[in-house]
Nanobody, 123 residues
Framework: VQLQASGGGLVQAGGSLRLSCAAS????????ITWFRQAPGKERDFVAS????????YYADSVKGRFTISRDNAKNTVYLQMNRLKPEDTAVYYC?????????????????WGQGTLVTVSS
């Protein structure tokens, strides 16, 4: 499994960004995909996760109502639409896959990672 995250950038507070995670590999369409983020000096935190069909998703409380995760299996891509961004959303965002098909919030359980994309929200 290979993952490539993109779409980060600099945005003002209150603005929006859409991140993409392009996935490739055998049977990639059956894997849940999860977004994490890591701010400088902090642990890697769970953001959102989506199952293989897109019919089930979970969010961290800190982003619920502002972020939306979705996927297009025809394009093997998962998206993270981020609205009403806050300075505390500033972090490197990573997409990840657990080869055991999990959707856990613990980053240590994940096997495959994208390279990360930096999101900076200015106040």
């Amino acid at each position: 499994v290979q993952l490539q995250a993109s779409g980060g950038g600099l945005v003002q507070a209150g603005g929006s960004l859409r991140l993409s995670c392009a996935a490739s590999g055998r049977a990639i369409g059956r894997y849940p995909i999860t977004w994490f983020r890591q701010a400088p000096g902090k642990e890697r935190d769970f953001v959102a996760s989506i199952n293989w069909s897109g019919g089930d998703s979970y969010y961290a409380d800190s982003v619920k109502g502002r972020f939306t995760i979705s996927r297009d299996n025809a394009k093997n891509t998962v998206y993270l639409q981020m609205n009403r961004l806050k300075p505390e959303d500033t972090a490197v965002y990573y997409c990840a896959v657990d080869k055991g098909l999990g959707m856990a919030t613990n980053y240590e359980l994940y096997d495959y990672w994208g390279q990360g994309t930096l999101v900076t929200v200015s106040s």
